[in-house]
């Protein structure tokens, strides 16, 4: 674990950059963090809504949800969440909205 | 207990069912408990017997069982699909019209695969060139295939986790190796090993040593894939990122769900359909006298037989403590152990929980069998399974010196990694 400046304030975060205390965020962080990993900006009203509905589901539920559970509760298909968040969208979608990194299966 | 017999329904009479009806059973008097099992066929399927079915080494035949014979006397067994189940009422609305109320609900309906969700895994080209061993009708069919492919690419892709016993598919692609080898066509088939995560495994200690036997077998492992479309008639799997990976026979172990009852049950289960449940005890997190077993929970552990085997203990311990209004006080670790296939009659052994990452030395003692490690006696461990399995797991019965809890007794705990840095198993 480590800290880290980001918009004018000190965070702390994990060895994978994910955010240890999603309190600490806040929305001005997001495009900043969105570009460190790769997924494309100026972010739409869409990466907001999954941005949004990701620290919801971990104020809910402790952790946020997996690219499936995503594509069938947060209104955006699987297609369109990999459009939004190349690569990974519960990764990367977890990191941009200051959440921990999603607790995966065995 | 005094008074009238407290009812026990179980749902599901496979792996998890079957030994947790048992173990009840002989726990408590008819005059305690009645136990009603349902299930929509009467098949049960030995599924560790399903790897070796495509290759010839076991039949259809040899591993399907009737379920009612399964269950000890004592035992009613409905064979009936499930409609819903109403959780605030207490019971069980069934296929065939009949109603059955409890006192307590098991679940143990298993996780189901659904090919349908991946766009052209369920269409054209299925049992041509793209198929499943993960159930009877597609492990059948791929054996006859297997027989006359002698040359090409075969890909072998998991679309995503969870899915039942995480190591199958890489015993496949290990047993492949060897068919291939044994018929003489090794040099004219490629073999590929897709897979969403970012190595060969879940866990970072067995992902290494897996990787390296994909190595020395000469198995391509393609990793952080993840399959958007199966493209049956083309032949190629495409992903959402859109790599192609081009195939003359594919695969594929489709997605996983839980039983459809499940979303038809409102409160009882979450997306995909399994049951959220506390992952010490068993007890469902949606009702107190809702208990879950083994597939069909939502827990961080392995979805395999073993795990359904090492619940039971805690899992009849705690309908106990329920059915007495005591605490419950057994607690699961997370407790998973597979024989891992790896051809030409060797197979490696690996043992964990929850904390606790695959550990090299021996099981369940230092006398034991041989972990992470490759080796005949494991193989052998795996095939005597079976008769185990049909004997021993299944009915209930202890077997001296394999208990819930992992043991660590034969371990090299100086090699001991935290759980905390598993691999992830989302995107």
């Given amino acids: ?106 | 207990m005094t008074g009238q017999p407290k009812k026990l329904v179980v749902l599901g009479a496979g792996t998890g069912g079957t030994l947790a009806a048992n173990r009840i059973r002989k726990r408590f008097a008819e005059s305690e408990v009645t136990i009603d099992v349902v299930d929509r066929d009467n098949r049960h399927i030995y599924q560790p017997g399903l790897l070796f079915i495509p290759f010839g080494l076991a039949d259809p035949d040899e591993i399907v069982r009737p379920r009612d014979r399964q269950l000890r006397r004592g035992i009613n067994y409905h064979l009936s699909g499930i409609e819903s189940v109403d959780i605030d009422r207490q019971r069980v609305l069934l296929d065939n019209g009949s109603t059955l109320a409890y006192d307590v609900l098991l679940v143990a309906t298993g996780a189901v695969l659904q090919p349908e969700e991946t766009e052209g895994l369920a269409g054209p080209g299925r049992l041509d060139d793209v198929f499943t061993f993960y159930d009877l009708e597609g492990a059948t069919a791929l054996a006859e295939r297997l027989e006359s492919f002698d040359s090409g690419r075969l890909v072998i892709n998991v679309v995503d986790m969870p899915i039942k016993c995480p190591v199958a598919p890489i015993e496949f692609a290990f047993l492949a190796d060897w068919y291939f080898t044994e018929n003489g066509v090794r040099e004219d088939v490629t073999i590929t090993y897709v897979t969403p995560l970012d190595g060969a495994f879940t866990k970072p200690t067995s992902s290494a040593t897996l990787s390296s036997l994909l190595d020395e077998k000469n198995i391509e492992l393609v990793t952080e894939f993840n399959t958007g479309e199966v493209d049956g008639v083309g032949r190629k799997l495409i992903g959402y990122d859109e790599r192609e990976i081009p195939f003359d026979l594919a695969v594929v172990i489709p997605l996983h769900g839980g039983a459809p009852y499940v979303h038809n049950s409102p409160g009882l289960g979450d997306e995909l359909g399994f049951v959220p449940t506390d992952k010490a005890t068993l007890q469902s997190l949606v009702k107190p006298n809702i208990f879950v077993l083994g597939d069909a929970a939502d827990l961080p552990a392995s979805k395999a037989g073993s795990v359904a085997h090492f619940e039971g203990e805690v899992l009849v311990a705690n309908i106990e403590s329920f059915l007495a209004g005591e605490p419950l006080e057994a607690t699961f670790d997370g407790h998973a152990n597979c024989f891992i296939e790896t051809g030409f009659s060797k197979a490696l052994l690996i043992d964990f929980n929850y904390e606790t990452e695959p550990l090299p030395g021996h099981y369940p003692g230092p006398l034991g069998l041989p972990l992470l490690k490759e080796s005949k006696l494991n193989h052998l461990g795996k095939l005597m399974f079976q008769w185990f399995y049909w004997h021993g797991l299944l009915p209930g019965r202890d077997i001296p010196g394999i208990g819930a809890a992992m043991p660590t007794a034969g371990k090299d705990t100086g090699e001991l990694v935290s759980a905390g840095t598993n691999r992830e198993g989302t995107q």
């Fill in chain 1, 1 to 106: 674990m480590t800290t880290r400046e980001i918009a004018n304030a000190t965070v702390e975060v994990d060895d994978d950059g994910f955010f240890v205390d999603p309190t600490q965020w806040t929305e001005d962080m997001a495009p900043l963090l969105a570009e460190e990993c790769g997924v494309p900006t100026p972010l739409t009203d869409k990466h907001w809504q999954v941005l949004h509905f990701m620290r919801d589901q971990y104020f809910d539920k402790g952790t946020g949800p997996t690219v499936r559970k995503l594509g069938k509760t947060s209104g955006v298909t699987v297609k369109e969440l990999y459009q939004l968040f190349p690569k990974g969208p519960a990764k990367l979608a977890a990191r941009c909205a200051g959440i921990p990194k999603p607790r995966g299966c065995v």
